[in-house]
């Protein structure tokens, strides 16, 4: 059965500075310990009065192949790994103060992030985390893409992604089912980079977009495999996709109890999962906020 546990925050602050894929602008993240139930906030401190973005499906905005976020005129893009990094080690309460829109790409992976959290150390804070329970099947479809979220009795979160790239690549079909933790998260998860087709990344760099992205700085497959880069595990595609879905799946602000699974889904899929899960459990999780 579940077990509810206490909120975390950091021990203290710690940095994290690179270039953001899209832009290539450098950019620095310092992260900060926060107050109980204060979630995980994003603070431009580049713009004037320095505005703050929770980290929230309220503010999700819809931009191809990333996670974004925009308050009024301020906005943060590329998030998903820092996301992932945090839920991964539950760190609930985080203050994110940045200095560009664009979150930096680093090594493709979210284990920068994950290792500068742990360098910096994580308390626990006199709070309950707030955890809500998927009591039916909830069921989203895109095309040939889908996402579901079932209850899980053993009280655990398992997560499922199927990875289906078709045949004649190297990435093809993977698919890997965990049951999350921290530990497992930081040694079997975290290190998994960021990917695409050649092809792909062709079609982005004729956009304008990532022209300074080399090979080596994530994994670009072409017909034989990663191009001057090696994989870190064998199915490296399909754990990257799960580090995707928990950074989404953190947008909650919540610990979530059940068994999720995704074919071929994506940051946009997720993200409408999240806000059907709190749709379908505002009602339960008041109730039993009541009787806590």
């Known amino acids: ?25 450098a950019v620095n993240i310092e992260f900060r310990p926060a ?4 979630g995980i906030v994003f603070v431009r401190r580049d713009l004037p009065g320095c505005p703050r973005i929770p980290a929230h499906p309220d503010y999700l ?11 009024d005129q301020a906005s943060v893009e590329m998030i998903e790994h820092i996301m992932a990094a945090l839920a991964g080690l539950q760190i609930d309460n985080c203050e ?16 920068p992030f994950v290792e500068a959290l742990r360098a910096a150390g994580v308390v626990a804070q006199d709070a ?17 893409s889908w996402i579901e979220a079932r209850p899980c009795f053993t009280g655990k979160t398992i997560l499922r992604y199927e990875l289906d790239y078709g045949s004649g690549n190297p990435i093809g079909r993977q698919s890997l089912e965990v049951s999350f933790s921290p530990k497992y998260f930081h040694l079997n998860l975290a290190p998994s980079r960021t990917f695409m087709l050649e092809s792909e990344a062709a079609a982005l760099r004729a956009q304008g977009l990532g022209l300074h992205v080399r090979p ?22 399909v754990r990257h996709k799960l580090v995707d879905l928990i950074g989404d799946l953190a947008l909650a602000g919540c610990d979530i109890v059940g068994r999720f699974v995704a074919y071929r889904s994506g940051h946009r899929l ?6 059907a899960i709190l749709a379908e459990t505002a009602e339960q999780y008041q109730q039993e906020r009541k009787c806590a």
């Not at 707030?130 to 479809?141: E, G, S, T, V």
């Not at 700085?217 to 090696?230: E, H, K, T, Y």
């Not at 997720?270 to 806000?275: D, Q, S, T």
């Open 1 to 25: 059965m579940y077990t509810s546990r206490y909120q975390r925050t950091l021990a203290g602050p710690t940095v994290v500075g690179g270039v953001g894929y899209w832009t290539g602008k």
């Open 35 to 38: 107050a109980v139930n204060s």
């Open 61 to 71: 905005v819809e931009i191809p192949r990333r996670t974004s976020l925009r308050c």
């Open 96 to 111: 994110l103060w940045v200095d560009q829109a664009e979150m930096p790409g680093c090594d493709g992976s979210a284990l």
């Open 128 to 144: 309950i985390r707030p955890a809500r329970f998927i009591r039916r099947p909830i069921r989203l479809c895109d095309g040939q």
């Open 216 to 237: 080596q700085d994530l994994l670009v497959f072409d017909s034989r495999g990663p191009i001057d880069n090696q994989l870190r595990f064998p199915d490296e595609c």
């Open 270 to 275: 997720n993200a409408a999962l999240v806000r």
